[in-house]
């Protein structure tokens, strides 16, 4: 394994650096990998929703309708945590924005 830089980093040095990089993650870059996977599985429930009503397997066809509906219940949730977290990261622009023009002049 290589950094960015080329060197050859040890298994160990690698999960170092993960380790690291994983704990300085914000809750905004959390919110964000969250909807994006919850996404992913929205779509696939709705693919294979269909898929199943087309082969008619009802007994898993059932099963994907549940499912159906409590990962829209968890999209839905996972966008509006990640719009809070936007509109707080949006707000700490416009906070550092006013203190820089503040203290520049």
Known sequence: MKDKQGNELT???????WKQ???QITPYQQSVINLIGVILVFIGVIVGVYATFKSRTWWLF???????LL???????????Y???KKINKQKEE??????STNGT
Do not use: H, N
């Open 11 to 17: 298994a160990k040095e690698f999960l170092g650096r």
């Open 21 to 23: 990089g994983i704990q």
């Open 62 to 68: 059932i099963i994907l309708v549940g499912s159906f």
């Open 71 to 81: 990962t829209l219940v968890s999209l839905l949730s996972s966008y509006q945590r």
């Open 83 to 85: 719009s809070i977290f």
């Open 95 to 100: 906070i550092k924005d006013e203190q820089k």
